[in-house]
């Protein structure tokens, strides 16, 4: 089974948001040299229309550093804010199924999340941003656990983004960037997780993460939400009630 954990709603990964969009902008404006005045409604709508803000700028044809982008905007961000969640930590330790996350943050902001959190070891692996859109050479990821066919799977993200947590595979599509909430996307972390979506939940925070989660065969459940959205199969106020 799959399980995607996103930790969106605690009010100190909001704030790093809050961050990570004024950061983006910064770099619009100053590297890209994007009009002053069209930066907030573009950011917003690119991200809106593409998944993220920076897969909507390499399709409008912007030139830039993926490894640049990400050390500009997430360079900066005061994870210190960011506290052990214990009780998080117990939950997914308690939990014999194969844990993975999905996200489509870089793997640098990914690992410091979860170490901050106290969960870099609760998870098998990471599929990040350099997993779907791998540099000249791909990564190489093998799982004794994933090789012998002992598990299904479980997923995480922790958006928004150490070696131990890539996971493991890497996917080459003809497409600028590969990210959620594409279904091509979806379905290329299913095949690097080696997991049949019969067998796997998917926990998000996105409405339309969960659609194209659900369109690609998965189970779905919505987090931080009481209420069901289209595609969702269950809802959970939090992720900390997990086992609900």
Request: aromatic share 8%.
């Amino acid at each position: 089974m799959t399980i995607k954990i996103t930790i969106e709603g605690d009010d100190d990964c909001g704030q790093l948001t809050i961050f990570i969009t004024i950061f983006m902008e910064e770099f619009m404006l100053q590297h890209l040299h994007i009009e002053e005045n069209e930066v907030p409604r573009m950011c917003l709508d690119l991200y809106r229309e593409y998944g993220t803000t920076m897969a909507g700028l390499k399709a409008l044809g912007y030139e830039f550093d993926y490894d640049e982008f990400h050390a500009y905007v997430h360079g900066k961000l005061p994870y210190v804010t960011l506290k052990p969640d214990m009780v998080l930590r117990n939950l997914l330790l308690s939990m014999p199924q194969r844990k993975i996350i999905f996200t489509n943050a870089d793997k640098a902001h990914a690992a410091q999340v979860l170490n901050r959190l106290g969960l870099e070891d609760c998870f098998e692996g990471v599929i990040c941003f350099e997993t779907l859109n791998p540099p000249l050479k791909p990564f190489d990821y093998v799982s004794s656990a994933v090789d012998e066919g002992k598990l299904e799977g479980i997923a995480a993200d922790i958006d928004d983004d150490n070696d131990a947590y890539d996971c493991n595979k890497s996917f080459t599509s003809h497409s600028s960037i590969l990210c959620k909430p594409s279904m091509e996307a979806i379905e290329a972390a299913i095949q690097i997780a080696n997991t049949d979506p019969k067998k796997t939940i998917f926990f998000d925070d996105s409405p339309r993460n969960i659609a194209s989660g659900k369109a690609a065969g998965l189970h779905t459940v919505i987090v931080g939400s009481t209420k069901l959205v289209p595609g969702a199969d269950h809802a959970l106020s939090s992720i900390h009630n997990i086992r609900d």
